[in-house]
């Protein structure tokens, strides 16, 4: 069975950092393509972050420059480094994961078969 456990998300002020972490077990992680998507009270769930299974990745334009996607094989753990946060980046985050196949060409969440229950970010201006 698989399972994705989000976690770091917290209360932060304007300018501030978080790391996110998500831990997948029960699946080919290695092989996976993994995401971190977002979604704010009253607005739609958006992508934020992709990384493929070769290492290759694609943000969305409100994040480029401020947030990091990466991976620890060996603990089989996604990471998300915020920096510079906004309250505009306040939202649920969650973290989702996608077949090998799968490129980070783009942001859409529809081939991402797994996700995590969601952490909660926070920015106050």
């Known amino acids: 069975q698989v399972h994705l456990v989000d976690s770091g998300g917290g209360s932060v002020q304007a300018g501030g950092s978080l790391r996110l972490s998500c831990a997948v077990s029960g699946y080919s992680y290695k092989r996976a393509c993994m995401g971190w998507f977002r979604q704010a009270p009253g607005k739609e769930r958006e992508g934020v972050a992709v990384?493929?299974?070769?290492?290759?990745?694609t943000y969305a334009d409100s994040v480029k420059g401020r947030f990091t996607i990466s991976q620890d094989n060996a603990k089989n753990t996604l990471y998300l480094q915020m920096n510079s946060l906004k309250p505009e980046d306040t939202a649920m985050y969650y973290c989702?994961?996608?077949?090998?196949?799968?490129?980070?060409?783009?942001?859409?969440?529809?081939?991402?078969?797994?996700w995590g229950q969601g952490t909660q970010v926070t920015v106050s201006s």
């Open positions: 990384i493929d299974s070769e290492g290759s990745t």
């Open positions: 989702a994961a996608g077949p090998p196949w799968l490129r980070a060409v783009h942001l859409g969440e529809n081939e991402f078969n797994y």
